[in-house]
């Protein structure tokens, strides 16, 4: 589903590129920069939108094309000094923009955190725990990776309860809703941003009020039905 | 050819071509020499008992009576096995209708009489090398006893203590270590030998025309200096006169120089064979482990998988040949082979097998060149170990897939994929992450159903997950490959079904004692 947010991916490398594969379809511009001439015409004949950076850079080009408070930025350089730099001056020029850095290992993903980075996507970490995922629990795993990355007709929604659902004031364990709705509810966030997992204690005790968003896991078909019914919208 | 000859050649050839002959002759080639061999270990502890006992026979016999039945059992039954043993080893040492075999089909080849005689010296003289080496010699002088009833070949019982080294790894570890350095230990006993010889005639000459010195035989000199050069120096025979004393100076400061070559002879021996002693110790236990996973290469992704793994109570096993990864790896804690991944030879060394020991191989180099390479390797030796490689670079997965591996991760693509996630839906990936991390205390957790589980419940609402706070999230059937999501109450279980149940992880554990505790009754 598009949005109308841009994404920027700093970096030409092959965890950029996989990137840029992935969220194209999630946002309405997406554009490499790029430290080099080379990289520069290999992503402009390649289709890609691109454009040149150095980190010297004051970033105020990029204020100008962009509305930043509707902006994603991926900072995907291969040098981890060079990554945590580019985040920092980012960070440093723009308040509100969405940062998410790549890091090699934990030390660098505390660094960039603390440079300002909303997310990090810490590859080591990431990928241990796919192999382990695999080898100790393949079924899940498999499952779930399906799931993250929508590549079976499962799939993860997050909806919103409407003001006026017929839902609302209701408690969670009142419905059986994977029987009524062919959905299972894992975890409602409160409008007050606390996650609670249906299956816990506070779970089970929250009512249902208008803003709260519900995480369900269903095929396609039901999760729309389902979405009409509590009156929300997915998000 | 005469008839014994003839006789000689037709038996060879049929032991050659029976099944059963060369069967048994390899399985006590086994037991006696194989340390794989299974049942050695249990045949190795058995002829240390025997050893043992047949000592405190011999002490408890200097002063008390020892009842008849124990000395029969010593004389007769320990030597008997003895010399079974002995036999057994000289039997299986060497191949006797294969050497035959192949001197007579050599002359035929060459159009000459058999040579029989020069066949049988060759059998004999293969015979004799193994009865000519230094633990058959002393198997031999063990069983000794057993012949004689005299008094004092019953001293030769404790030949049977020197057995213990051919039973005891350590002992002969401890013996082959010191073999390194025959050609020092030599040097050493020379000059041991010559001190010691010279110091006794000095001291003799010197002393034993003195009425006064205690030393009056070249033996008691003899004595005098072995004590006295070891640096014991008992103190029972000392020289009276001056000039013995300027003797006994010499050999005190030769004692100390030879005790010191002595120790560091030693000491440097240990040191030299010290990697050598830990990776056979490693590879012994590698061998001895039932089910693992062997890790191959200690990067960055191995190390947090190794560290997982293992915190989850599975045994691993590091292979790499870098040194500052070996380092890092011990570091660790891990168990750690120094060999090449990609080397049929390491596998060999190891003795372990693939099929039956190995759960996964996990390629994890970060080099695609190598993980295939390694990939490949294990493949030509096993085809059916699961292997699971890691990817640098997208445009060498068909590779690794051809080289045999049977899944590949690629860090850059899950990168993308989070990315991707971060995008669209923040919140419930979020939430779905929580679940799959330890902090939170709650889990999705796959358990499986066995046929006995499948007694107790036939269908899914006679599970009654939703007492303990569980959502059932799908059940994976093992037969077709497919995942069913959210079950309805009366969906039939199967035997190999495996539930996939999120909740409190407490709540699950309970779970999991309440299906079995069914079971039992």
Known sequence: MQTEKDAIVFGYNEYATQIVKNIRSEYRTVRYYVMSQESLESALEQGYDAALFDLSDDWEELGADHDIRELMVFCALENTANNIFLTISLRAAFETAQIVALAKDQESGNKLTMAGANKVIPMVEATANVITGLLESPVSSTI??????????????????????????????????????????????????????????????????????????????????????????ET | MNLIAR??????????????????????????????????????????????????????EVKYPVNDVWLFFNNYIISIVFLSEYLLRMWTYSDNSKIIVEQYEKDQMLQRRFRFEYAMKKVLLKKLEYAR???????????????????????????????????????????????????????LMMFTSIVVFISSVLIYVMEANNPDSPINTLYDAFYWAVVTISTVGFGDITPITDAGRFVAMIIIVAGVAVLAFTTSIIVSAFTEKLDEIKERKTVDDVSKLKRFYLICGFEDVAQQVASRLRRDGYDIIVMDQDPEHIKRAKEHGHIVLPYDPGALDS????????????????????????????ALTIRSMNKEVRILSTLVHEDNRKKILMAGADEVVYTQELVGMIAKEFSGKPVAMEAFHALRSEQTGVKLEEIAIDEWMVENYTQVEELQHEKYHLILLGIHKKEKDWFLFNPIGTTFLEAGDILLMIGESVFINEFRIHIHQKRKK
Not at chain 2, 7 to 35: C, P
């Open chain 1, 144 to 233: 779930v990776h399906h799931l993250l990355y929508e590549e079976s007709e499962l799939k993860l929604a997050q909806i919103t309860v409407a003001e006026n659902s017929k839902f609302v004031g209701k408690y969670l364990h009142d419905i059986r809703w994977h029987e009524v709705f062919g959905v299972i509810i894992l975890a409602v966030v409160d409008n007050t941003v606390s996650t609670s997992f249906v299956f816990t204690g506070k779970g089970q005790k929250h009512q249902l009020d208008p803003g709260d968003m519900l995480i369900v896991i269903g095929y396609e078909k039901d999760i729309a039905d389902f979405k009409r019914s509590i009156g929300g919208e």
């Open chain 2, 347 to 374: 596998y060999k060394r190891l003795r372990i097998d693939l099929g039956k020991q190995v759960k996964a191989v996990l390629c994890l180099l970060e080099d695609d060149v190598l993980n295939v390479y390694t």
């Open chain 2, 133 to 187: 080496s230094v633990t058959a010699i002393i198997d031999l002088l063990a069983i000794v006893p057993f012949f004689h009833q005299m008094r004092l070949l019953r001293i030769f019982i404790l030949f049977r203590v020197f057995k213990l080294f051919r039973y005891a790894n350590s002992l002969r570890t401890f013996g082959s270590v010191l073999a390194t350095k025959k050609f020092e230990f030599f040097t």
């Open chain 2, 7 to 60: 006789f000689v050649v037709d038996s060879a050839y049929l032991r050659l071509a029976s099944e059963g002959y060369q069967r048994k002759k390899s399985f006590f080639n086994d037991l006696l020499n194989n340390d794989d061999c299974p049942y050695k270990r249990y045949f190795d502890y058995m002829m240390i008992a025997l050893i043992l006992m047949s000592v405190v026979i011999l002490i408890g």
